[in-house]
């Protein structure tokens, strides 16, 4: 993980993943998907992703510093890590 820093207040940060997230569902039914649980957006240097966990988002902002590094590994190396998350939060009640 980067050490991160946004300017943004917590709530506009989330106003953002949450835009990003509609945007992308709204791609996806372009495509005739009917979601979309993962959601990458690359630069150059870092990586955002949005993981859908039950009804919420998690969401990481890391560092990309191997241009030939997958999506597709990183979400297998995060998938246990989202699995106790929704566990932890599943668990929290209502």
Not at 2 to 21: C, H, M, Y
Not at 80 to 89: M, T
Request: glycine share 4%.
């Amino acid at each position: 993980m980067s050490g991160f820093q946004s300017n943004r207040a917590p709530e506009e940060l989330l106003a953002s993943i949450q835009f990003l997230k509609k945007m992308a569902l709204q791609f996806a039914t372009t495509l005739s998907q009917l979601d979309s649980p993962v959601i990458h957006v690359r630069g150059s240097n870092n990586v955002f992703s949005c993981y859908d966990i039950g009804r919420n988002l998690v969401a990481f902002y890391s560092n990309a510093d191997n241009e030939q590094s997958s999506t597709s590994e990183a979400d297998l190396k995060m998938r246990p890590l989202l699995d106790n998350i929704q566990n932890l939060v599943e668990s929290l009640p209502s």
